[in-house]
T-cell receptor
Framework: RKEVEQDPGPFNVPEGATVAFNCTYS??????FFWYRQDCRKEPKLLMS???SGNEDGRFTAQLNRASQYISLLIRDSKLSDSATYLC??????????FGTGTSLTVIP | DTEVTQTPKHLVMGMTNKKSLKCEQH?????MYWYKQKAKKPPELMFV???????INESVPSRFSPECPNSSLLNLHLHALQPEDSALYLC??????????????FGEGSRLTVL
């Protein structure tokens, strides 16, 4: 069983749409949670950390459900520039970060 | 601009060559990582250094040899690689080692081609 499971997509959505990505993790002792964005042939970049109370950054909202071991990312009013791969990342109590397979998003004009 | 600097950005080498990838960060981060990434796959952990000591080695073949000369530098020495080792090699750092480390900061990567 993988540490982090993520729907690989692809998600193809029109501009202005709302899209949601989900991720589950297997280790209940996991400590920190993140969404990273990776553009083609570039390095991953932190989009946002995910907190138990949920957090929002502009058009992006992240949620964490520790009981269900589930993380989500909601993107509202999608822009063409949101097209990328979104990686769910979970950290254990040591130095190990676990990556989901990534979800590919294409926003269509 | 990333605060983790990797050199070279591109490297082409033959299977008998010896080369090194270099990574530098001046953020005072205490953990540094090497990842390997193939196309359309997530990064795959190779090595973790905590406080300049190797703390995780994910059963990486010995043709990859990491080195951490000091808290700011991380090298990956390459020798007798195979064509299937061609990939993007990503260096990353995190503020703390163990516990709540904070997020990973990635360098731009070194794209390696083995002929």
């Amino acid at each position: 069983r993988k540490e982090v499971e993520q729907d690989p997509g692809p998600f193809n959505v029109p501009e202005g749409a709302t899209v949601a990505f989900n991720c589950t993790y297997s280790n209940s002792a996991s400590q920190s949670f993140f969404w990273y964005r990776q553009d083609c042939r570039k390095e991953p970049k932190l989009l946002m950390s995910v907190y138990s109370s949920g957090n929002e950054d502009g058009r992006f909202t992240a949620q964490l459900n520790r009981a269900s071991q589930y993380i989500s990312l909601l993107i509202r009013d999608s822009k063409l520039s949101d097209s990328a791969t979104y990686l769910c990342v979970v950290k254990d109590t040591g130095n190990q970060f676990y990556f989901g397979t990534g979800t590919s998003l294409t926003v269509i004009p | 601009d990333t605060e983790v600097t990797q050199t070279p950005k591109h490297l082409v080498m033959g299977m008998t060559n010896k080369k090194s990838l270099k990574c530098e960060q001046h953020m005072g981060h205490r953990a540094m990582y090497w990842y390997k990434q193939k196309a359309k796959k997530p990064p795959e952990l190779m090595f973790v250094y905590s406080y300049e000591k190797l703390s995780i080695n994910e059963s990486v073949p010995s043709r990859f040899s990491p080195e951490c000369p000091n808290s700011s530098l991380l090298n990956l020495h390459l020798h007798a690689l195979q064509p299937e080792d061609s990939a993007l090699y990503l260096c990353a750092s995190s503020p703390r080692a163990g516990g709540f480390t904070g997020e990973l900061f990635f360098g731009e990567g070194s794209r390696l081609t083995v002929l």
